[in-house]
Structure formats: C-alpha cells, structure tokens
C-alpha cells in the first residue's frame, strides 16, 4: 500500500502537491512582509479570514510561501533546544522567521527572545548545513544580519505599529517572510526535505539513531539512499514491541520498516490531502472522499482514449467529492465506449482525522461491481411515495435498501433517520443524536453487520450476504418494529422494510417471494369464491393465516389497538402451538365474528387454516409469508367491501335510482 501511495502522490509529476497549496488553510495570526532589496517592510495583514486578508495572500503567494519555509510535518524544527514553548522558532527556510506571540511579555522583549534564540539554536548556521546552493548561501548571511540588526528591534514596532500589535491575541503567530522569488524558497525547500524527512528528534540532534549510516537500496522506490523510519502511521512506542522489529540489524535502529526521504515525503504529502477542509454552508469537510479510492496502473486509471481518468478528475478539485461520484465517474468513463465494463481495480483506505490520522481499513479491491442487474424494488403494500423500481448500483443498494432497516426515531416527531450507516460504519459507539432514539435490535444488528455491509457496498462484496445472514439482519428488525408499534393506523414504515424485504428475496435467497405473493394473493380470491379450492402448500397456509390473524385483531374495538398483538403468533415455533394462540383470539372475539358468517367467508378461511396439515413442523420459515398476509389488503374486508357496494346499486336500482 505504501507503493501506491507514493506513486498516487506522483501523478504528473507530482502536480496533486497544488491541491495542497491551493486549498490548505493559513495560520492564524500577523503576515509580514519584508522587500528583499530595501528590507523594509512593507506591506501586512493579520489573517481574519476576511476578503481583504484574502487578496492580500494571493499577492504575496502566501499559500505556497508558508508551505515552503513551515518545518517538516514529520519532524521537529530548525529550533529544537531543550527550552520549548515560549521562545521557539517554528520555521525552517532562510527566507521567514516565525514564532508565537505571548501576552506575558512585550512584543520588544519578545523581539529580543527570538534574536538569542537565533544565536543559540545556530539556526542559520543549520540552514547552511542543508544546502549546496552558493545563492541561497548569499541569501542567507544577508537575511540573518538583517533579522538581528533591524526586525528584532524597535524598528518592528515602529513599521507595524502599536496599535496592530496591541490586536494579536495570545498564542497568535506572528510570521515575517522574505519577498524572494518562490522558485528560490522552493528550491531550498526541495533541497533538504527530502533527506530530513524521517528524522524524528531533530534535524541534527541524533540522527545517526534514525537514519541508516549507509546506503540502502529503498524498498519503494529501488534507489540506493540513506533509509529512515517514517511517522506516517507511526507512534515510535519503543517501549512497544509490537512496533519494534527484533531481527532487524542495530543499524536500522530496531525498526521494522525503513525508506528513503523522498518516500516519507510523499506519504507525509498524502496525509495532508486527507486534512484538507472547506467549508460548505457554514460547516468545514473533508475535500478528499472517506473512503478514499487510489487508482494507480494503467488499467484502473486510463480510459479509452488514453487520459488519465482519476487524476483528471481530482487536480482540480474545489468543492468536497464523495467516494460514490468518484466511483461513477471513472465508471462511466471507462463504459464510454464499452459497455460491458463493470470491474473497476483499486486501493481503499477508510481513515478518521478526529485525534490525527487513523486508519480503520485498507484493502486493495479486484473487480469492484459498480453496476447491478436484476435488483428492483415493488410497492408490495401499494404505499404512496414509497420508491418503486430498479437499484442500478451498489451505492442505491445502501441507500435504498439497508439505511432502511437501521434507523433512529425522533422521540417528538416519530420520524426516522436512517443515516446510522452512513455516520458510524466504524465507530466504537453509534453516535445517538440529541432527541433521538435507537431501537434496542437496530443497534444489536449494526454491531453485529456493521463492517459486513461496509465490505459489500463499498468494496462490492455481494457475495458475503447469504440467505441466512439476509434473514438476519431484516427479520429480527422488522418484527421489532411491530413489537413497537402503537397505532393501528401507522404501518407505513412496517409495510416498506415488509416490501424491501420481499424484493430483494430472490437477490439473497433465490427465489421470486414477490411474484409467489401476487399468485398467493389471487389464490385467497379464488379460495373464499369456490368451496372446491383448499389450502394445498406450507406457503398458502402462511400467508392465509396472516389474513385470517388481521382480520380478528380487527375485531379488538379498544383505543390502543396495535398490531403489536401479531408478534404473539409469529413468536411460536411449533404448529400446534401457533394454531392454538389462533383459536383463542377466534374465541375470544366471537361476538364480533358471528356477524361475517352471511356470506361464510370467514369461516371458510378461518376452516381452511385450522385444517391444513403442514409438511413442515416448525412455522419459523414461514413468517415473511404471515407477514405479507397479514399487512397486505385483507381479502374479507375487500369482499365485504364489494357485498355492500353491490347492495347499494341493487337497492338504488329498485327505487328507481
């Protein structure tokens, strides 16, 4: 993985470095800017986020200027003395000097702090040790004479002024550049990074401990180099030994994986893509998708024209892009021109940047299914704004699909939010909204699948949902949401995890539960009408006792009536015990029942259930089907419907109406 970091981060020759510059955020605090001829300052701003702070940035190059003269992420800076806090200097180039403001001291006394600290860290002597470059080594000799003799002076106070400097606000940095051309700044940067990326103490102070003493070949990038241990992903827990590698020579310091300064750049890089944010209706996000996919080879990352798809995509980047747009584009880019394309090859890092980078998964994915056939919805129950119709891909599987079954309910409203996927696929905890409540078998589902549905939808892992572990992670959610029903007129959401469920049956399981309900519903029609038909299968038996259990709970004329009463039948296991519980409620609401006997259909229903014989001896099976009987138009009410109607015309027509 590490390979394919480093050359994600050398696309065009490292050109994804502009996403960087031109999207990282600069430091809070006084930009000063100093002429490089005169060396007089002239011109800054303090950094609001205003429009006006804004140009003034771009004018000087502030971004890239910043950058270029910060220390190394990996590594301590240029000042690095035993003394820390108060006095330090936080830059590492000739070309700025930048250091924190203190309320505790004057900004002269301040000024005179930096200058000694300049003396005693040799922090423009280290600069010469970096570098080859006799114009850079000129530059340097002026800009430290220059710092010592005039800016750590009152000279600072006069050209800034006392009331700018009376606005900064403790712990604020105050960051003096040097208007040298950026190339110049860039170059220096170029020079020494590389080689002290890796340093973990310093870039002087016990580098043999971290650094090889000879050239080794690099294990990423095959060029002989002097090798160190990189802090991308790396706590340097010595007392560790998980992190320690015990057959390692005492040259490589016990480390188990060393690299060249140009690799650890570059991994160095790569995390600050991930850090980037911006902000998007008031609210900072991350610019790069989490996951986040890398394409490298030519295979993955070149469509057919030959462009390089994913890097086309992201160099010029300026708002936030998801995983799922990502996934699309390159999709649909490479099936242009061949339409059968459907297995896209790639890295993919789930990482969090809460408590700096942690990376929760990586995995590389060979054949990621993007598009899907054969998976369509249906308005089983007939709801209205119920979505009805083809899940095209894996992403619409996750969204309209499986965000159904795991879901929060606002305690006021009663509404559902369905992104506990979405927000907490690797949390240790879900993360409970204020006002909301998380049914007790959502959680205990999302605990037990969480990483499982991850692994299908964004790694298109289809194949690890078997029928048993679809039954599980539906059924047991469905049913609680009956247990939990308090209305008897609310069975929307009941009804649509019902049809869902019923859909996607023959994707999981096999076979066509949705078209075998449409024949079953046509079999209750035929099955009240002729006293010829009977009940002739475990699955018309189930989804007839659904009917027959809707329609004597009916009967229950109290305020509270809920369907939470169904779990009472679908809960039993044996046959006799589930035919029992029916006879009961029969007898229970008999005074209700003995008026439907005019037309006898509900003794014919009520008859033809209590006298199948199952083949099967345990109902466990068959309880999407009961289900689906029960919350489906009940075929008694319909035909009582239809009596009445037809009542109405004949006595209309005898008067004459």
């Not at 340097?236 to 005492?250: I, L, S, V």
């Not at 060393?258 to 690799?263: D, F």
Request: charged share 30%; aromatic share 14%.
């Amino acid at each position: 993985m590490i390979k394919e970091i480093v050359e994600f981060i050398d696309l065009e020759g490292g050109k994804l470095k502009n996403i960087i510059l031109e999207n990282r955020n600069l430091t809070k605090g006084l930009h000063i800017i100093v002429d490089k001829v005169s060396f007089e300052i002239k011109d800054f701003a303090y950094n609001d986020g205003s429009e006006e702070f804004i140009r003034f940035a771009k004018k000087y190059d502030l971004k890239k200027r910043e950058y270029y003269c910060n220390y190394l992420d990996s590594n301590k800076n240029f000042d690095n003395s035993p003394t820390k806090g108060k006095n330090q200097i936080h830059s590492a180039s000739p070309y700025a000097i930048f250091f924190r403001y203190k309320n505790d001291k004057t900004i002269l006394e301040r000024l005179k702090d930096i200058k000694s600290r300049i003396k005693v860290t040799g922090y423009f002597e280290k600069i010469t040790l970096l570098t080859k470059n006799n114009v850079i080594l000129n530059d340097t000799d002026i800009i430290e004479k220059v710092v010592k003799n005039k800016l750590a002076t009152k000279y600072f106070i006069k050209k800034v002024g006392k009331e700018n400097l009376k606005n900064l606000k403790n712990n604020d940095y105050i960051k003096v550049y040097f208007d040298f051309d950026i190339d110049k700044v860039k170059s220096f940067y170029d020079e020494y990074s590389p080689q002290m990326s890796f340093n973990k103490k310093g870039l002087f102070e016990d580098k043999e401990s971290y650094t090889t003493s000879k050239k080794y070949s690099c294990p990423i990038t095959y060029i002989e180099s002097e090798l160190g241990p990189s802090e991308f992903l790396n706590t340097f827990a010595d007392k560790k030994p998980f992190y320690m590698h015990k057959t390692r020579d005492k040259i490589y310091g016990g480390f188990s994986a060393l690299y060249s300064g140009k690799v650890i750049q570059n991994l160095s890089l790569f995390e600050q893509l991930l850090k980037l944010k911006v902000k998007v209706d008031k609210y900072e996000r991350s610019l790069f998708p989490n996951p986040f996919p890398i394409f490298i080879s030519n295979k993955d990352a070149i469509d057919n024209e030959g462009n390089k798809i994913y890097f086309e995509l992201l160099k010029d980047i300026k708002e936030p892009i998801s995983y799922k747009e990502i996934i699309k584009r390159v999709y649909e880019k490479m099936a242009d021109n061949v339409n059968e394309i459907n297995n896209l090859n790639f890295y993919l890092i789930f990482w969090n940047m809460q408590n700096g980078l942690i990376i929760y998964d990586v995995d590389y994915i060979d054949g990621f299914q993007y598009k899907l056939a054969d998976f369509e919805i249906k308005n089983i129950f007939y709801l209205k704004d119920f979505y009805e119709g083809e899940i095209e891909n894996i992403f619409d599987l996750e969204w309209k699909f499986f965000s159904k079954f795991f879901y929060m309910i606002n305690k006021k409203s009663g509404y559902e939010n369905n992104n506990v996927l979405q927000n907490n696929y690797f949390a240790e905890k879900i993360n409970v909204s204020r006002g909301d409540d998380i049914p007790p078998m959502v959680a205990t589902k999302f605990y037990q699948y969480n990483k499982l549905i991850y692994d299908v939808i964004y790694k298109s892992k289809l194949e690890l949902i078997n029928g048993h572990i679809f039954d599980d992670i539906t059924l047991p959610i469905i049913k609680e949401q009956i247990k939990r029903n308090d209305d008897w007129q609310k069975t929307y959401k009941i009804k649509e995890k019902l049809s869902l469920y019923i859909s996607l049956y023959k994707n999981f399981k096999g076979e066509d539960l949705a078209t075998k309900i449409i024949i079953l519903q046509e079999k209750m029609h035929k099955l009240l009408e002729n006293s010829d038909e009977h009940i002739s299968s475990d699955e018309e038996f189930a989804y007839a006792s659904g009917q027959l259990i809707w329609f004597i709970l009916k009967q229950n004329k109290s305020e509270t009536k809920t369907h939470s009463l169904l779990d009472i039948f679908i809960s039993k296991h044996k046959i006799d015990d589930f035919k029992l519980i029916i006879a009961q409620h029969i007898q229970k609401y008999s005074h209700a029942l003995k008026f439907y006997n005019e037309h006898g259909w509900f003794d014919k229903l009520a008859s033809e259930v209590m006298g199948y014989e199952l083949e099967k001896k345990s109902i466990k099976e068959l309880v999407p089907l009961i289900m689906a009987g029960y919350f489906s138009e009940n075929i008694i009410v319909k035909n009582l419907q239809k009596a009445s109607e037809s009542k109405k015309q004949n006595q209309g027509e005898e008067n004459g109406e």
